[in-house]
T-cell receptor, first 110, second 115 residues
Framework: QKEVEQDPGPLSVPEGAIVSLNCTYS??????FMWYRQYSRKGPELLMY????GNKEDGRFTAQVDKSSKYISLFIRDSQPSDSATYLC??????????FGTGTQLKVEL | GAVVSQHPSWVICKSGTSVKIECRSL??????MFWYRQFPKQSLMLMAT?????????EQGVEKDKFLINHASLTLSTLTVTSAHPEDSSFYIC???????????FGSGTQLSVL
């Protein structure tokens, strides 16, 4: 079983749609849960990070963590074409270095 | 958020030459810097971890003599790809941390093409 699993997509949605991006993990030592956005040929940009189960909201973005199921999600409301990018989940904690998912490619179409 | 500057953004070189990539933390002191490699449509692969003033720690399978890392100050780390070959062509990204892995800030990446 892979330590982190993320659907690579691509995911194509119309402008204004709600987008749901997900990752599962197997390492119980992970304590911090991150979402990064990466535009083509650019470095990843930290969008959200959290360390507890539940929801964390920041503007149009909501990060959700369910530690009991080892499942995290990122929701994007009112998606815009500028949200088109690759989204990577990231995990760390318990002395572990940052472990990334493979990334989900998102395209928001006009 | 904190800013990490990476240069150059792209470089083309001949096979056998060496290429140096710089990574600077502009508004914070980076106790730890990381170097990643990324192939098209794949995730970031950690190459090495560097701490200021000490030797870098390389991940398994990464050649230390091929990828030289220097972290001479709390704001600057460099990656030198020595005697580059076409198989070294890739996107290289650095990141820096003030001390917490959950708050990593990334450079904009360097696309290396070896002819």
């Amino acid at each position: 079983q892979k330590e982190v699993e993320q659907d690579p997509g691509p995911l194509s949605v119309p402008e204004g749609a709600i987008v749901s991006l997900n990752c599962t993990y197997s390492n119980s030592a992970f304590q911090y849960f991150m979402w990064y956005r990466q535009y083509s040929r650019k470095g990843p940009e930290l969008l959200m990070y959290t360390y507890s189960s539940g929801n964390k909201e920041d503007g149009r973005f909501t990060a959700q963590v369910d530690k009991s199921s080892k499942y995290i999600s990122l929701f994007i409301r009112d998606s815009q074409p500028s949200d088109s990018a690759t989204y990577l989940c990231g995990f760390t904690g318990g002395g572990n270095k940052l472990t990334f998912g493979t990334g989900t490619q998102l395209k928001v179409e006009l | 958020g904190a800013v990490v500057s990476q240069h150059p953004s792209w470089v083309i070189c001949k096979s056998g030459t060496s290429v140096k990539i710089e990574c600077r933390s502009l508004d914070f002191q980076a106790t730890t810097m990381f170097w990643y490699r990324q192939f098209p449509k794949q995730s970031l692969m950690l190459m090495a971890t560097s701490n200021e003033g000490s030797k870098a720690t390389y991940e398994q399978g990464v050649e230390k003599d091929k990828f030289l890392i220097n972290h001479a100050s709390l704001t600057l780390s460099t990656l030198t790809v020595t005697s580059a070959h076409p198989e070294d062509s890739s996107f290289y990204i650095c990141s820096a941390s003030e001390g917490a892995y959950e708050k990593l800030f990334f450079g904009s990446g360097t696309q290396l093409s070896v002819l």
